[in-house]
């Protein structure tokens, strides 16, 4: 049973259960987790996380009701502007199932995306280029709303916003990763991870 704390990171992926390819793109992904700094470093390739079907290397537990996921990103590869490092929901390891994600890209854009059903195309919210830098990621999850913040180089966390999503319960959440080329991979360092489950909302 999951206690109301931070999840114990003592797994061979640390919080999560699970690495794999979605979309098994050409170029194999991997994954560490180094038990002793906390720090996952994912290593993905593949076309995108976008359009009708995706293409990454995902870090992953199943997880039901209501939690939040927080972590740090840089990029330790170059790479294609468009790479992307995620904190994502996601509804199965299907290529084109339903997910939700908060992403940073590779040039700085940070972006709200989701597929709301499967095989649909992708929504996106895009927000301004704020350029390289060391990522905080943070992604509530309150019944059907998912709200986000995000902060770059150690700046106060800021909300981004937040939206309502039917994805249901169990999901997979985790960390993805993925180079928006099948020719080449990206490699991103996760640092600080915490995926804690949150009580329910009073009166619920």
């Not at 794999?20 to 720090?39: H, K, N, S, V, Y």
Request: aromatic share 8%; net charge neutral.
């Amino acid at each position: 049973m999951m206690a109301a704390s931070a999840l114990a990171q003592t797994g061979t992926f640390g919080a999560f259960t699970n690495s794999g390819d979605i979309g098994a793109p050409p170029l194999r992904g991997t994954a560490e987790f180094d038990a002793a700094a906390g720090q996952y470093k994912v290593t993905g390739s593949g076309t995108d996380i976008w359009g009708r079907a995706d293409q990454f290397h995902f870090v992953w537990r199943e997880m039901s009701g209501n939690f939040a996921i927080t972590t740090k990103v840089r990029f330790l590869t170059e790479g294609i502007g468009h790479r992307k490092a995620v904190i994502m929901l996601r509804k199965s390891t299907d290529a084109d199932a339903p997910f939700v994600h908060l992403a940073v890209h590779g040039d700085g854009t940070p972006a709200v995306q989701f597929r709301s059903s499967k095989a649909d195309t992708t929504n996106t919210v895009d927000f301004p280029v704020e350029g390289p830098g060391t990522w905080q990621l943070k992604l509530v999850r309150e019944g059907t709303t998912i709200t986000f913040w995000i902060a770059k180089d150690g700046a106060p966390l800021r909300e981004l916003g937040h939206t309502l999503n039917q994805l249901g319960s169990p999901v997979l959440v985790g960390l993805g990763v993925s180079s928006h080329t099948q020719e080449a991979s990206n490699t991103v360092l996760f640092s600080e991870v915490a995926l804690e489950p949150l009580p329910a909302p009073k009166g619920k």
